[in-house]
């Protein structure tokens, strides 16, 4: 149970995923402008990450490794995430018309970012197995969320802020994304792994 | 090598026909069926997403008009042309005369010239920041800002700011959705019909000295206009100190109303009106002579009538008057531009 916690933790805070390891930056400074798009964007990354991590387990464990095709990994893990996220974009559309709208557009946008295949290879580098899988894709979803949030937060503040003219608009986000990346450095020490 | 070649082309190969069929099989299993009316209803709406209509987008509204929860008219940018479409597509009765064209208007004139400033105002550039910044550096209290919030919330560039700080409407581009409407913090922006040609270009609920010393052009609630020598149809009436126009009433009245308002409070859109001239069917009845309000009609009982041309407003109170159809308008209304 510690060990899940630790990798929860890793993947939030530490290792963040848009913050440490510069994974799903398009996003990131795409979606951030009001705290509500980066809230539904951050719980349709949620949902696939966690989601992608368990089927990319399987295909790994079942079909790439038994049949020495790990060089396969990055064109494999493509086609099962997009595949994934057009079915359950389909199964959701049916199912529950409300969750549909609530994911909305950000749904299909994330089937090829980055960190969702970032996501599926770390997985395979750190070797963990199918537990450890979703726990650390729910991490790096609820990490995503969480830089999201942090910036769509500024963003809206920085509306009313007196920037200086030639910093406005994508400048002063890159600066802020910098300035939050440090901040999240102040997390390195917190897991030993 | 050749077999780990041939083997990761069949495991891909495979592993995509397997996803496509399953994906094929979702996509039969789970079909939500659409109603076809919704994209037809689409195409045919203005497309601006401008949200006049009280939906999110146009696709919400053709959604809500297909389950009959919006009106269809609702459309202000698309007009009695998308209504009478969508009309057909639902195959309903388009109410007539239920949509009247309308476009948005500043119902302010005191520019930088004519209000007076308390202070200048240094904050963030918009109306409503600055309304709540002590009310704002206009003296008057009810007079446009000049931050354009308007400007910024139009989407389709109708306004723009003028060089006196206040916002002018393109009648052309105005679709009268009514955004300025409700972005404007002091309620100064009103829609009022297209046809119409008048509009009392204040908000003002001060009277006489208190709006004189804030502004050169604000309405002092003074009543003159609605006194029954100006308009007699009753166009305008008074509502505590502010004249509002009946716009289905006698529209000859209003520029009369224009012309005699002592504050220039009104704004006429068309800037140059032509005179009316008597022609020699005019026997000198004296009727014309009688109801003209600037007394532009001069001549003698029984002789043919004259119109003091530099005196004549161009209101055209006397033309349907004439019992001879003597009196005719010449040449064509001026406004500040080409429609």
Redo the contacts between chains.
């Keep these: 149970m510690g060990e899940f916690f630790i990798i929860l933790i890793s993947a939030v805070l530490v290792n963040n995923f848009v913050l440490a390891r510069f994974l799903g930056i398009c996003p990131f400074l795409g979606v951030s402008k009001k705290t509500d798009t980066a809230l539904g964007m951050g719980m349709a990354v949620i949902f696939v990450m966690t989601l992608a991590s368990i089927f990319t387990n399987l295909?790994h464990n079942l079909?790439?490794i038994p049949?020495?095709?790990e060089?396969?990994q990055i064109?494999?893990f493509i086609?099962?995430i997009a595949?994934l996220v057009?079915?359950v974009e389909?199964?959701l559309?049916?199912?529950s018309?409300a969750l549909y709208h609530a994911l909305g557009i950000y749904l299909p946008l994330i089937t090829t970012n980055c960190a969702i295949l970032g996501l599926a290879l770390l997985n395979v580098i750190k070797q963990y197995d199918l537990t450890r899988c979703i726990v650390f894709g729910l991490g790096a979803g609820l990490g995503f969320t969480l830089a999201l949030l942090i910036m769509s937060g500024i963003r809206e503040r920085l509306q009313?802020a007196d920037v200086p003219k030639p910093l406005r608009g994508v400048p002063i986000t890159l600066i802020v994304a910098g300035l939050l990346s440090m901040a999240f450095m102040g997390f390195s020490g917190l897991v030993k792994m | 090598m050749q077999s780990s070649t041939l083997l990761a082309l069949i495991a891909l190969g495979a592993l995509g026909l397997l996803f496509s069929a399953g994906l094929a099989y979702a996509s039969r299993k789970f079909a939500v069926e659409e109603d076809p009316r919704v994209i037809q209803i689409l195409d045919v709406l203005a497309g601006a997403n401008c949200g006049a209509c009280g939906y999110p987008g146009c696709r919400a509204f053709a959604e809500a008009v297909v389950e009959g929860k919006a009106p269809i008219s609702a459309c202000t940018p698309g007009g009695t042309e998308s209504t009478s479409k969508i009309a057909k597509i639902m195959e309903m009765e388009a109410e007539e005369g239920e949509y009247v064209p309308q476009v948005a208007v500043v119902r302010c004139r005191g520019g930088f010239k004519e209000a007076r400033t308390l202070f200048q105002y240094y904050g963030l550039q918009d109306c409503a920041a600055a309304q709540l910044a002590a009310g704002g550096s206009k003296a008057c209290a009810y007079g446009c800002l000049g931050l354009g919030s308007c400007v910024r919330v139009c989407p389709f560039e109708a306004l723009t700011m003028g060089d006196n700080g206040l916002p002018l409407v393109d009648d052309k581009r105005c679709t009268g959705c009514g955004l300025c409407v409700s972005a404007c913090p002091r309620g100064i922006i009103q829609l009022i019909p297209r046809s119409a040609q008048v509009y009392l270009a204040c908000v003002s609920q001060e009277r006489g000295k208190k709006v004189k010393a804030v502004c050169s052009v604000g309405c002092i609630g003074c009543g003159l206009c609605s006194k029954p020598k100006v308009t007699p149809s009753g166009a305008i009436t008074m509502a505590d100190s502010l004249p509002v126009i009946d716009y289905t009433k006698g529209a000859g009245e209003l520029v009369v109303a224009v012309h005699k308002c002592p504050t220039n409070s009104f704004v006429d859109k068309i800037v140059h009106r032509p005179w009316v001239s008597i022609d020699t069917k005019c026997d000198g009845c004296g009727i014309c002579k009688e109801i003209c309000p600037v007394d532009a009609i001069e001549g003698e009982q029984s002789h043919q009538h004259k119109v003091i041309t530099n005196k004549c407003i161009g209101c055209g109170i006397c033309v349907p008057k004439c019992p001879l159809a003597a009196i005719s308008i010449q040449g064509a209304l001026g406004y500040t531009e080409e429609r």
């Design positions: 295909i079909v790439l049949y020495h095709l060089f396969l064109v494999t086609l099962v595949s057009q079915l389909t199964v559309r049916k199912l018309p009313f």
